[in-house]
Structure formats: C-alpha cells, structure tokens
C-alpha cells in the first residue's frame, strides 16, 4: 500500500508539470502572436482590411518555382506575393533576399534589422505576402519566398524592379518673356503620383509667394503640375525647378526683360549661365585646394631635373 500511493503520487506529479509547461508553451505562443499581430495592426495593417490590400497583388497562379515580376516607385511600398495552398498552414515559410542570402522573415517574425519588412499573413489563409515600405533602388533584385516539408523544399521566386521617374517641364529649356506678360510652367511625372509638387526659383521655395500661383492634378498615371506667374517682373528672372518626392527634378531657365529690350534678355542670360559657371568652378578650385601643396612640390622637382640633372638620376 505504501509503494502503490507513491507511485500515484509521482504520477500526479510529473502530470502537474506537463500540463505546466503545455500552459506556459501555449501561453507563450498566444502572447507572441498576440505582440506580433499588435505590432501589424500599429504599421497599418489588419486583417479586416485584408481584402482591400489584395487589389495591390498581381492575380496569378502560384505555384512551386513560380516567378512574379514586381515593377514599383522609390519611395512606394512594395507588395510580394507568396502562396502555398493547403501547405503553408502546417509548414513554415521563409523569405530569403538572393543577393545575399539574407533571411528577412520566419513565419510572422522578422529576422533583418532593416524595419521595412514585414510580412502579412492573415489566419486561416495561404497568404505570406512580403511587405517592404519605402523602396529604394538597392532593393533591385529577387526574393525568395521557401516552404520546407518533410519532402523536400517549396519555392516561388519574385523580381522586384525599382524605378525613379523624372519630371519633364513641358517647352524649351529657356524661356524669355518680357515683364507684364504671364509665365505658365507645365511640370510632368510620368507613372507616378506623388502627393505634393514643390516649385523653387533658384533655392528659395515659392509654392506660397503670393503673386504665383500652383496648381497639381493627376490624371490616370501621370501628374500635373502648373506654376503661373501673373505680370511677370524682372525679378523674376532665374532658374525654376519642379521637385516631386522621389522623382528626378526637372528645371528651366526664365528671362523678364523690359518691352522691346531684346538686349536686357540677353545680357540677363549671360548673368544667370555666368553666374552658374562660377559656382561650379568655385567648387573644383575648391576641392583642387586641398592638393596645392602636392602640385608646388611636383613643379619644383621637375625645375631641379631641368636644372640640375643628376638631381633626377634616382628617377631613371
């Protein structure tokens, strides 16, 4: 009797602590995800809106070795679309970077310090579509997206290709106009719409001077953006730059000269390229400063060969 309520004594004892360290387990697990989900939905994302996120993933088929080309904007968020039907709920799923092997995420944890990435899988889905917020041109490249099974590996592979459009300012690169007369510049992004259009005569921002006036629009996949300058006076001579976030800058000289004073236009672009040309030789004679003393040197070597021959016999 004494051996057999030890037995069941030890028995309930070794019950108790599974059915501890079963409890801390699940609770771990539930925490994590509870964190993990916490963290999407702080980023912007959660899964009631997961089915106005999918409008933004190319309807493809995936299937194992799939490949998906993926073409976006610096600056825009980039969506990877990845899918193991009736698999990846019970394996797991990595994404690894190809051009240096670099695991980004595991399941929903992220392993790479770079915040961008982030990956988005709802529950009860097949979905692990990487996100990866403001691209930037070194994210060129191919993304793998892996399924281990006990069989073997699963893989779909996208191209994500970044790209910086330009603005162009519709007519010729120099404007000349006389004063009183209207200036009307025509900034155009082409496949991008960016959510606000700066205008800069020379560095001085002029979206809020209040003799001009800016207008942007978007139409389809391109933008608009139009400057007008009402009675245009000589001061407002330079050089006008059209600034959207993200896409290459575009410019245009503007001359305002008297009525009939053909001369003052000229003259006036000769002071405006002048006055370029000497910034920019004043930033080589700059940096070629710093290597003065070195040219000195070399110069007066070469004088002591011309003068003195053996001085150069080291040389030969």
Known sequence: MVASGWWWRLVATVGVFVFLVLGLTTARQHRRHFRTQERLTSEGYHEEGW??????????????????????????????????????????????????????????STYTSDRRFNVLHPQTTDDWTLQLKRVD?????????????????????????????????????????????????????????????????????????????????????????????????????????????NVTPAHVLVFVSQRG?????????????AASTCSTLSSVFTSSSLLLPFYIRLVLVALSCLVYTHHCLPFR
């Open 261 to 273: 004073d053909t001369v003052a236009a000229v003259q006036r672009r000769g002071h405006i390229s």
């Open 51 to 108: 089915e106005e996120l999918q409008h933004v993933l190319p309807q493809v088929n995936l299937e194992n070795y799939t490949v998906t080309d993926i073409k976006v904007n610096t600056g825009d968020v980039a969506y990877l679309p990845c899918r193991f039907p009736q698999l990846s709920t019970l394996h797991q799923v990595s994404w690894i970077r190809r051009r240096d092997w670099n695991i980004l995420t595991t399941g929903v």
């Open 137 to 245: 041109k070194k994210d060129n490249g191919t993304y793998e997206c892996q399924m281990y099974t006990g069989t073997g590996v699963l893989s779909q592979f996208v191209n994500l290709y970044v790209s910086t459009p330009q603005a162009a300012i519709l007519g010729p690169r120099e404007l000349y106009v006389e004063e009183g007369d209207t200036i009307t510049l025509i900034c155009v992004i082409q496949q991008s719409k960016p959510p606000f259009v700066f205008w800069y005569l020379g560095e001085s921002m002029v979206n809020y001077n209040a003799r001009l006036n800016v207008e942007t629009m978007v139409e389809g996949e391109r933008t608009h953006s139009t400057l007008t300058i009402h009675e245009a006076q000589n001061k407002d001579s330079g050089n006008y730059t059209c600034i959207p976030p």
